[in-house]
């Protein structure tokens, strides 16, 4: 198991509880693998998982990105910001 | 080149100022403001919250991208934060160009990506006290 | 409303809050500004004349018919005249509406007809001293 | 004959070299016809009073427009403004 931090806003903020938390994940798990792991524990985040965007470590990342011991992925819900 | 999140009201003469130069005869100026009525909804106010360093990259990249489709010679894009009344800016964005078809255009799809892609979110509330994070 | 010709310089910080209300959610500011270089061709300074009462009527025609083809809230539009320098404004056109793709489409128009009907005409001063009425 | 005023502008003024002048012209002349009028007096008008367009007593009006004593006519060459 690695450990990974996952960054909430908005509304998944609200079904969360938390803006920023500590998790375990296994070894070489995508962002894909990370979102079902999230639904498991969190499963009003689904409309939102569903139509979200992911960044790790700043950056955009798409799906099948594998992720390492101590990233940082955001959980981006689907945006309303101008 | 500016682009800025800020808890502050936006200057928009500033901006308009920044982008005026003597090789351009075009500059647009959008501003984006909170609307009282949508519909059959009353706003009280907004409340918009960003992951800030992803959304100033993306605006960085939605600004350079912008520079390489059309011929823009200064460019600044400002996004207000935190909670907001009717009628205030909440997002400016300002540019200039030689000539004023590019400059309209420019500035119009620049706004349309950057509501469907800058992680920044709002929360409306209404006169009853209800508030709700819109996710389109 | 406003349409006005002035020779005093163009106070667009003003226009744009004229134009913010709390029902639109979108205001858009064109400023047409005098370029130094066009072409080959170096520009040192523009003079602009007008059949003033008619110039005005037509804006006011053209404001009038742009209102009942968008949903345009409030509009201002300002044509400099007499001798101005590279950067200064010559025209500024702003306006709001509830919707941004009807802000901008609605200034461009404004803007493309203004060049085409509306009495006025400018004169380029090159920087060795020959000036040329431009009837395009 | 009847007595109008013919206003210039920009270019067609420098030609002219006169804001303002008083014509004589046949009763019951149109736009059309002052038109001529004028060419045959400023033949260098030729260019600019091909694409020119005409007001009225501060209206637009088209060519077929008959005139009247007093009326004041404003020659509008191909405008610029912008």
Request: aromatic letters at 6%.
């Amino acid at each position: 198991m690695i450990k990974i931090f996952v960054l909430f806003f908005a509304g998944a903020r609200d079904i969360v509880g938390h803006s920023r938390l500590e998790i375990e994940i296994p070894k070489a798990s995508s962002i894909g693998q990370l979102r079902e792991i999230l639904l498991a524990r969190f499963p009003r985040l689904e409309n939102l998982a569903s139509r979200a965007a992911f960044a790790v470590n700043e950056s955009f990342a798409l799906p099948d990105k594998v992720l390492f011991e101590n990233d940082e992925v955001a959980f981006l819900p689907p945006v309303s910001g101008g | 080149m500016r682009i800025k999140l800020t808890r502050d009201p936006i200057d928009h003469q500033e901006m308009v100022e920044n982008c005026r130069t003597k090789s351009t005869g075009a500059i647009v100026l959008f501003l984006g403001t909170v609307r009282e009525i949508t519909g059959n909804n009353q706003t009280l106010s907004l409340e918009y919250d960003a992951f800030a360093p992803l959304a100033e990259k993306s605006l960085t990249e939605i600004a350079e991208e912008a520079k390489s489709s059309w011929p823009i010679r200064e460019i600044e894009i400002i996004h207000r934060l935190g909670t907001i009344q009717p009628g205030e800016t909440s997002i400016a964005i300002c540019l200039s160009c030689p000539h004023r078809a590019d400059a309209f255009s420019a500035c119009q799809q620049i706004m349309d990506k950057i509501k469907k892609v800058v992680p920044i979110w709002k929360k409306e509330t209404s006169p009853h006290g209800v508030s709700n994070w819109i996710h389109p």
